[in-house]
């Protein structure tokens, strides 16, 4: 297996979605770390993902925020670098909520995003 580099992203995390990708990991022996995308999706353009990963893929760089390895896409970067990572639980309803400054319009459900990638 080819070694990996290690890179820097401007992507911050809160202290709660800390500690929930934590739980991830912790719940997931087979986990090398968290894999951050976004996917074609919805009527705004695109979608966040967030899981955890046995490897990365071909195309995936990996990260260290916090001290958790993120497997993260060159366009992914592109997408998201710049933001904040929240996780929020609201009775039975819980998720990760970006604060993408691309981000330049929602749709109505909040489900997916259009960014401005000349920012």
């Avoid at 087979?30 to 195309?59: D, F, N, W």
């Avoid at 896409?73 to 691309?102: C, H, M, R, W, Y």
């Amino acid at each position: 297996m080819n070694e990996r580099v290690v890179r820097a992203v401007d992507i911050q995390l809160t202290p709660a979605a800390l500690q929930r990708m934590r739980d991830y990991l912790s719940h997931d022996a087979h986990a090398m770390g968290i894999r951050l995308g976004v996917q074609k999706q919805g009527c705004s353009g695109y979608q966040y993902i967030v899981e955890t990963t046995a490897m990365p893929t071909q195309v995936e760089q990996t990260y260290t925020i916090a001290g958790i390895s993120f497997f993260i896409d060159d366009t992914t970067v592109a997408l998201i670098e710049g933001s904040t990572v929240d996780f929020i639980k609201d009775g039975f309803n819980q998720k990760f909520i970006f604060q993408n400054p691309k981000v330049t319009g929602v749709c109505g459900c909040g489900e997916s995003f259009t960014v401005d990638t000349s920012l």
